[in-house]
Structure formats: C-alpha cells, structure tokens
T-cell receptor, first 114, second 108 residues
Framework: DAGVTQSPTHLIKTRGQQVTLRCSPK?????VSWYQQALGQGPQFIFQ???????QRGNFPDRFSGHQFPNYSSELNVNALLLGDSALYLC?????????????FGSGTRLTVV | GIQVEQSPPDLILQEGANSTLRCNFS?????LQWFHQNPWGQLINLFY???GTKQNGRLSATTVATERYSLLYISSSQTTDSGVYFC??????????FGGGTRLMVKP
C-alpha cells in the first residue's frame, strides 16, 4: 500500500521564477493538505483541497495556489519565488471523514530559492 | 490564532535514559497529536491524544486539556529515537498548528 508520494524530492529555483510541486495521496484518501516547514521550525498550514476545491487556507499570500485533480492528487504552485520561500514542503493526505486524525505525511519536497 | 510552545527545544540523552517532552497550548483544542520527524523529513504520527493517557511500547503521552498541556514520555531511549518531535493541535476546521519541536539526540 503506497503512502503519500511527493515529487520532486529536491528542487533549486531562482528568485522570481515559478515552481510546481506534486503530491499523490495514500490509497483511499480523498483530501490533501499542504504545509511549509522552514529550517528549524514546525510546519505551517498552507491550504487544504477536497473535492477539487480549496476548503481552508492558512496565512499565505496569493502567490501560493493549488489544484486537486479527479484522482485526488494535488499540485502546489508558487509564483514570483522569494528567498524566504526556501523550505521543506510537506503534503498530508487524509480521508474526509477522519479530519486531521488520519493524516499521512509524505517525505516532502525541499525547495531552495537562490 | 492558537499558540503552541514546546520544551525543551533541544535534548541530548545517553542511550537507555528516560525523557519528558512538554507541549503547552494557548486555547482549548479538540485535537492534539504528537509526531516524530525522521532524518528524511517524514512526519510519523505517534499519538492522537486530545485528552487522557495512551501508551505504545516505550512511548506514552498524557494530555491535560483543562490545563492546556501535553507530555510525551520516552523510556529507555534508543539511538533510533533521535529526530525532531512535534506537538500539533487543532481547534476548528481542518488544519493543524504545530509547535517549534524538540530536537532529540540519543547517543550510544
């Protein structure tokens, strides 16, 4: 049973560029949440997608956007990258009926902005 | 929003020692979870414990919701316990708010 799969594992981008990160949820899960984890800090909630719509959003600018596909996979897009966007981006999937109780996290994408 | 504080921020133990990690939160919660982040970055859920006490092998956790804190106990620590331990809480909606973590190093 595959867990949560994130790609790519590492990425280096230049300031001002755009980036797309991808997440495939655990089998049986229909909800995807994205978190940003800066070095030495705890993860911060970016947003959650369910039924292909953004259901809840954290305190992140509009440069951060997402999408969920009919197969429940999800993308996180970040436009106009800043040096401060350098972080580990974590995807968590869950089943809608379990809320955050059933969270399964992926290993993340480490984004470096130079 | 809700604030989550963890202590200590860093902890170094000799293998076999016991330890207690603390999590304080600023508001009532209906969800509290402890996670272990391994060296590869993956967060592994240890306990879902909005109240009460649970045990799983050498690990146990207690949450006193009325006093807004939770404790994670690690007994007979092993080098594989090294990593970062996070407390995360939720009180509405579908998001978790994480603390800053406790970085644990267990030396052989």
């Amino acid at each position: 049973d595959a867990g949560v799969t994130q790609s790519p594992t590492h990425l280096i981008k230049t300031r001002g560029q755009q980036v797309t990160l991808r997440c495939s949820p655990k089998s049986g899960h229909d909800t995807v949440s994205w978190y940003q984890q800066a070095l030495g800090q705890g993860p911060q909630f970016i947003f959650q997608y369910y039924e292909e719509e953004e259901r809840q959003r954290g305190n992140f600018p509009d440069r951060f956007s997402g999408h969920q596909f009919p197969n429940y996979s999800s993308e996180l897009n970040v436009n106009a990258l800043l040096l401060g966007d350098s972080a580990l981006y974590l995807c968590a999937s869950s089943f809608s009926g379990q809320g955050t109780y059933g969270y399964t996290f992926g290993s993340g994408t480490r984004l470096t902005v130079v | 929003g809700i604030q989550v504080e963890q202590s200590p921020p860093d902890l170094i133990l000799q293998e076999g020692a016991n330890s207690t990690l603390r999590c304080n939160f600023s508001d009532s919660v209906n969800n509290l979870q402890w996670f272990h982040q391994n060296p590869w970055g993956q967060l592994i859920n240890l306990f879902y414990i909005p109240s009460g006490t649970k045990q799983n092998g050498r690990l146990s956790a207690t949450t006193v919701a009325t006093e807004r804190y939770s404790l994670l106990y690690i007994s007979s620590s092993q080098t594989t316990d090294s990593g970062v331990y996070f407390c995360a809480v939720g009180n509405a909606g579908n998001m978790l708010t994480f603390g800053g973590g406790t970085r644990l190093m267990v030396k052989p």
